[in-house]
């Protein structure tokens, strides 16, 4: 069973699952949709605990390749009254022209993805020149002993449950694709806030 017929299979109660964590989360996921502007793609919209954080006065188009967890999100944007276009989709094959968007926002996505290259390579694609990426992302921490007896052991179940993979370096592969103009750690590495910029 792959990913997608994992997360299809937890659908909503996905959020009593990340639900708990959330409270660590929150004020990070404000902190991101503080940078967007303009004409902006989330990719793995998830079942949307991004949504309440945007700003009303953007243009907001997301992405996730689970259609149950779509179809949350979906529910989740109609009750806040934000007005946004949700489509099933992989982050490794984005169904968008070259230079749509002015803002792309992933959030704790590329833990999941498959391929986070192809991934990374596909938002640069679809960022116009000068647009803004946005990262919130699990990494691998800076501190060794916590990889190995905190996070090696949860990856270990998460990629068991849900091939999810949370020691990845998405910090550095970022810096391949794009000018950082901002990066902060949290929670000793655990998480960091990356805002880049396409040349």
Same mark, same amino acid.
């Given at each position: 069973?792959?990913?997608?017929?994992?997360?299809?299979?937890?659908?909503?109660?996905?959020?009593?699952? $990340?639900?708990? %964590?959330?409270?660590?989360?929150?004020? %990070?996921?404000? +902190?991101?949709?503080?940078?967007?502007? &303009?004409?902006?793609?989330?990719?793995?919209? &998830?079942?949307?605990?991004?949504?309440?954080?945007?700003?009303?006065?953007?243009?907001?188009?997301?992405? $996730?390749?689970?259609?149950?967890?779509?179809?949350?999100?979906?529910?989740?944007?109609?009750?806040?009254?934000? /007005?946004?276009?949700?489509?099933?989709?992989?982050?490794? +094959?984005?169904?968008?022209?070259?230079?749509?968007?002015?803002?792309?926002?992933?959030?704790?996505?590329?833990?999941?993805?498959?391929?986070?290259?192809?991934?990374?390579?596909?938002?640069?694609?679809?960022?116009?020149?000068? &647009?803004?990426?946005?990262?919130?992302?699990?990494?691998?921490?800076?501190?060794?002993?916590? /990889?190995? @007896?905190?996070?090696?052991?949860?990856?270990?179940?998460?990629?068991?449950?849900?091939?999810? /993979?949370?020691?990845?370096?998405?910090?550095?592969?970022?810096? /391949?694709?794009?000018?950082?103009?901002?990066?902060?750690?949290?929670?000793?590495?655990?998480?960091? @806030?990356?805002?880049?910029?396409?040349?």
């Amino acid at each position: 069973m792959g990913f997608r017929e994992k997360y299809a299979k937890l659908g909503e109660r996905y959020e009593r699952i $990340d639900g708990p %964590l959330e409270r660590f989360f929150d004020p %990070l996921r404000r +902190k991101a949709a503080g940078y967007v502007a &303009g004409r902006v793609l989330e990719v793995g919209v &998830g079942t949307g605990f991004m949504l309440p954080h945007y700003p009303r006065d953007i243009e907001l188009h997301a992405i $996730d390749a689970v259609p149950e967890m779509v179809e949350v999100a979906k529910e989740r944007a109609e009750e806040i009254g934000l /007005n946004a276009r949700f489509y099933v989709m992989d982050a490794e +094959k984005l169904e968008f022209p070259d230079s749509s968007f002015d803002t792309v926002v992933s959030a704790f996505v590329f833990c999941t993805v498959p391929d986070p290259e192809r991934a990374m390579a596909e938002i640069h694609r679809v960022l116009k020149p000068g &647009g803004r990426v946005i990262l919130l992302e699990h990494t691998r921490s800076d501190c060794r002993l916590l /990889n190995w @007896l905190f996070l090696k052991p949860l990856d270990v179940l998460l990629g068991l449950l849900l091939e999810d /993979n949370t020691l990845r370096e998405t910090h550095l592969l970022a810096r /391949n694709y794009f000018e950082i103009e901002h990066e902060e750690s949290h929670y000793r590495g655990i998480v960091r @806030l990356i805002v880049g910029r396409k040349g």
